[in-house]
């Protein structure tokens, strides 16, 4: 990756802070609300597909930890398989053009 796209990315990571923690406070889940900054994905591919030649429709940032992995609609679900083997309760989409956050045990969906 060249300096001027890491550039690029960390840009676009202030700016998905900034508007993170301007409209947040508007959801009620606690988990949401305790976030204070925005985990984003580091690379567009779920992991563990990649790990077991395995394919992804959409990919999941978590934000307690940042690992990034494929959604319900993929095959082997791995985020809400990571989410019942650590209890990290938030998610936020990873997909490009999509800011909302989702919370496993409130059930809370967020956008921002």
């Given at each position: 990756m060249s300096?001027?796209?890491k550039d690029h990315q960390?840009?676009?990571k202030d700016h998905y802070d900034q508007r993170f923690r301007q409209n947040i406070m508007q959801t009620t889940c606690s988990h949401i609300q305790e976030l204070t900054t925005l985990q984003v994905a580091d690379e567009h591919v779920c992991?563990?597909?990649i790990k077991q030649h395995?394919?992804?429709v959409h990919?999941?940032?978590c934000q307690t930890c940042g690992v990034t992995l494929c959604c319900d609609d993929s095959p082997m679900k791995h985020m809400t398989a990571h989410y019942h083997e650590t209890s990290h309760p938030v998610i936020s989409s990873a997909e490009p053009g999509e800011r909302w956050l989702w919370c496993y045990p409130d059930k809370?969906?967020?956008e921002y």
């Open positions: 300096i001027q796209d960390r840009n676009q992991e563990e597909c395995g394919t992804w990919l999941r940032t809370v969906f967020a």
